[in-house]
């Protein structure tokens, strides 16, 4: 019922009361998903392009004045950027000159660092319809059934744990009346922030889940599982490893979830062998919604939890080799965006970082409609043999022995590997030692280290493969 009224009459209401259009914007884009149009998105990155070289300072010199060129005939000439050309060149460069007075600072948490990005209102309004286009296409609902999030330690600014003032609206309302500054634009921002999470989404932010030896760890796990049982917790969002130690803490309690409906990652990485531990433990659906800090939503998996299906309202997408070509279906390439909705601080062709295979290309655009994401760059092994192996081929090695909860795989030269593992119970390496001997093609299978629990990187996310170049 309370659905219901807020998407029929109050947010309804409240668009034509404000300048709002996310719930419109979000209403288009799910009609958009299986109605492609390419005329809208040529005009889109034809707008984008035109604002970054008439008014950004870097952009001008990237972007030549070439009329005889469409938009997609411009973008895939554009240079393609990485997240120092945005770091090195920001505000000043990167950003447009017309400081319209809407902007926001976001701080982009990635496992190699943070950018921060700027957007302005419009783009907020994006953010928050492809939100709830992900609900509605993981859950069936754009409007939040209960659930609980868990981030990483890097996501806490974002989630809220950063701003001044108690979670509870009621209770922030009246620590707000009490310090004089309910009417200020922050408090009046922190509020909006609670209403959305506590009333349309029905969310409930937690703590990360620290990692320690396992007994301590259940400590923590067993407060979260009887929470999600005695809440009536239909989502659970959270990092792929934080999904995977509750699935272990509930087998080992034998507990059940009746109101458990779907598991949403952060970051997305989930080989076969985790999805399989995970929707076994709570017996519901996993869905890989991907995005990414600096443009937000990028798609969401529909039909297979690893192909997801591209927002061509959010982003154009492409999947390219070492040459800067589009790759042939099935094969392995570099994502790079291109947000079509930041006119604060565009966006273009970026790197985020991340390998894929293009499943589909749509063919009115030319760009990739369906894409299975492998894992992040900097974690794939490039072998001797000029094969790579990519993070998901590793993780399924690992996971595919159900007492193995974490693992660390470093690449000390091209052919010698120190590998960490924590487990739950005691198990023969042996297995794991000829499995990964096979897949890193070598001589002999490398040694394998017990440890108690390993650390995660300082964007609270945990990197399970260290190459060459990164150990260096």
């Known amino acids: 019922m309370l659905n219901f009224f807020l998407a029929n009459i109050f947010i309804p209401t409240f668009e034509k009361c404000s300048k709002t259009q996310f719930w419109s914007m979000y209403k288009t884009m799910y009609y958009n998903l299986l109605n492609s149009n390419k005329d809208k998105v040529e005009c889109k990155l034809k707008q984008i392009l035109l604002n970054a070289r008439n008014n950004t300072l870097f952009w001008s010199s990237q972007l030549p004045n070439d009329e005889g060129k469409t938009a997609f005939q411009l973008l895939k000439t554009t240079p393609v950027t990485q997240k120092n050309t945005y770091t090195q060149g920001f505000p000043d460069q990167i950003t447009v000159k017309q400081h319209t007075g809407d902007w926001q600072y976001l701080s982009s948490a990635g496992t190699t660092g943070r950018m921060t990005v700027i957007v302005d209102f419009e783009k907020r309004d994006f953010l928050r319809a492809a939100e709830h286009l992900n609900l509605k296409l993981a859950t069936g609902s754009a ?17 809220g744990f950063a701003d001044q003032g108690p979670e509870s609206i009621v209770k922030f309302v009246m620590w707000a009346l009490k ?109 890989n ?65 991340d390998i894929a295979e293009v499943i589909k290309y749509d063919e009115d655009t030319g760009f ?80 394998i280290k017990i440890n108690e629990f390993i650390m995660p990187e300082q964007s609270g996310k945990f990197l399970s493969v260290k190459t060459i170049k990164r150990a260096a």
């Not at 030896?213 to 959270?238: F, G, S």
């Not at 970051?267 to 519901?284: M, N, P, R, V, Y």
């Not at 470093?410 to 794991?432: C, G, H, M, P, W």
């Open 289 to 353: 919604v991907y995005g990414t800090g600096e443009v937000g939503s990028i798609g969401c998996a529909i039909s297979d939890p690893q192909t997801i299906d591209v927002y061509a309202d959010m982003v154009c997408l492409e999947v390219l080799n070492e040459l800067g070509e589009a790759v042939q279906l099935d094969t392995l390439g570099k994502v790079v965006v291109t947000d079509l909705n930041n006119f604060a601080m565009p966006i273009i062709r970026y790197e985020i970082g």
């Open 368 to 447: 990739p409609s369906k894409i299975k994401i492998l894992g992040r760059k900097q974690e794939c092994i490039e072998l001797p043999s000029g094969k790579c192996i990519t993070p998901i081929e590793i993780q399924d090695v690992f996971l595919q022995f159900s007492d193995v909860i974490n693992f660390k795989l470093e690449q000390i030269t091209a052919k010698i590997f120190k590998v960490s593992i924590v487990y739950l119970n005691d198990f023969d390496t042996t297995e794991l030692t000829e499995s990964l001997r096979s897949l890193l093609e070598l001589s002999k299978a490398p040694s």
């Open 143 to 159: 409007l939040g059934y209960k659930s609980v999030d868990i981030p990483p330690s890097a996501c806490n600014v974002v989630c």
């Open 179 to 287: 310090n004089n500054c309910l009417f200020t634009q922050t408090t009046l921002s922190d509020l909006r922030g609670r209403f959305e999470r506590q009333i349309m989404l029905k969310r409930e932010v937690l703590m990360p889940i620290d990692s320690a030896p396992w007994e301590k760890m259940c400590e923590q796990l067993d407060t979260y599982l009887d929470k999600i049982i005695d809440d009536k917790i239909h989502i659970i969002r959270a990092l792929p490893h934080f999904l995977l130690w509750l699935a272990k803490r509930a087998e080992q309690r034998q507990l059940t979830f009746p109101n458990v409906q779907t598991l949403l990652p952060y970051g997305g990485l989930a080989g076969k062998e985790l999805i399989k531990t995970i929707t076994h433990a709570f017996q519901a659906k996993y869905t």
